[in-house]
């Protein structure tokens, strides 16, 4: 997916250690007021090469997120029983702060209804409360404490509010609702329809 100052691009079992190697350095910037032997211990069971591939195979899909042609950070999401399960999203320290993390749920939410999810979940630190917030505004809630530093949010997908579509003509995402969308769908097979009942 490609719009201009924001682009993905696919990682790969082949990529897992340059992945793990941007990982682990970021989550210590961004984790910087973790203790450090919880840090260390969580990046050991989730962004080692091993573990990385594990995921992946596992039906986790990771993307390198840029931006103006520079990698700004990476997302990691896949379906589960649940729904859409958002397992990563981090962005580097100079690209924060520039609505990159607004698109790429944009992304997030298209692939969740592509893959017929009702619903995207995630799980954020209790503290966190930049991300909670940016998740808020972004329609997702609160739900349950996972663990006594974790916190349960999700976004329900209803198919008759509001899908966005990518339009490759603008580069971003377009917004309609469930029933225009339905109705948008089908012009096509109508067109066809008509132009073969009259003669033109």
Not at 91 to 117: P, T, W, Y
Not at 137 to 152: A, I, K
Request: proline share 4%; aromatic share 12%.
């Amino acid at each position: 997916m490609d719009s201009g100052d924001f682009s993905l691009v696919p990682v790969g079992p082949d990529g897992a250690e340059e992945l793990s190697e941007i990982a682990y350095p970021l989550y210590r910037e961004v984790y910087a007021h973790v203790p450090s032997d919880i840090l260390e211990d969580f990046l050991r069971m989730e962004q080692t090469p091993e573990a990385i591939r594990d995921q992946m195979g596992r039906g986790l899909n990771y993307w390198y997120i840029y931006s103006g042609g520079e990698r700004a950070g990476y997302l990691c999401c896949g379906k589960d029983d649940a729904g859409m399960y958002l397992s990563k999203l981090y962005f580097f320290k100079n690209f924060r702060g520039r609505g990159l993390g607004d698109k790429a749920l944009r992304f997030v939410e298209s692939e969740a209804r592509r893959l017929g999810c009702g619903k995207i979940h995630l799980d954020v630190n209790i503290d966190n409360h930049p991300a909670i917030r940016f998740y808020e505004r972004n329609g997702f809630s609160m739900t349950v404490p996972l663990t006594h530093v974790r916190m349960g949010m999700e976004k329900n997908l209803d198919n008759r509010s509001v899908i966005p579509v990518y339009s490759s003509v603008s580069g971003d995402y377009l917004i309609f609702s469930g029933l225009l969308y339905e109705v948008i769908q089908t012009l096509p097979e109508l067109l066809r329809s008509a132009s073969g009942a009259v003669d033109i």
